[in-house]
């Protein structure tokens, strides 16, 4: 079974910079790749980033093209969000899984969601 835990959220002035984690646990490894998607309220849940866990490929939604990083572990245990110059835009829930990267959806049936890490940016 799938186990994720995102954290590193926190309140950070328009401009600053946050680093999120997502520490991952069970059949992980067997995903292509993983990566990190937001919600913010009243919004619906977006892609973000995603890296695939053998090469280390990375991907970004438009958005964040330029300002974010992600990042993995040697171990391909743990994955990185390096987010600079942020905006009040990125404020949302920030959350990690698996990512399908022909449609840069969350992989069906992975399983459940973790609790999420919040991000608020102060403008």
């Known amino acids: 079974q799938v186990q994720l835990a995102e954290s590193g959220g926190g309140l950070v002035q328009a401009g600053g910079s946050l680093r999120l984690s997502c520490a991952t646990s069970?059949?992980?490894?067997?995903?292509?790749?993983m990566g990190w998607f937001r919600q913010a309220p009243g919004k619906e849940r977006e892609f973000v980033a995603a890296?695939?866990?053998?090469?280390?490929?990375?991907y970004y939604a438009d958005s964040v093209k330029g300002r974010f990083t992600i990042s993995r572990d040697s171990a391909k245990t743990t994955v990185y969000l390096q987010m600079s110059s942020l905006k009040s835009e990125d404020t949302a829930v920030y959350y990690c899984?698996?990512?399908?990267?022909?449609?840069?959806?969350?992989?069906?049936?992975?399983?459940?969601w973790g609790q999420g890490t919040q991000v608020t940016v102060s403008s």
């Open positions: 899984a698996p990512v399908a990267i022909a449609t840069m959806t969350p992989v069906q049936n992975f399983g459940s």
């Open positions: 069970g059949r992980t490894a067997s995903w292509y790749a």
């Open positions: 890296i695939t866990w053998r090469s280390g490929v990375t």
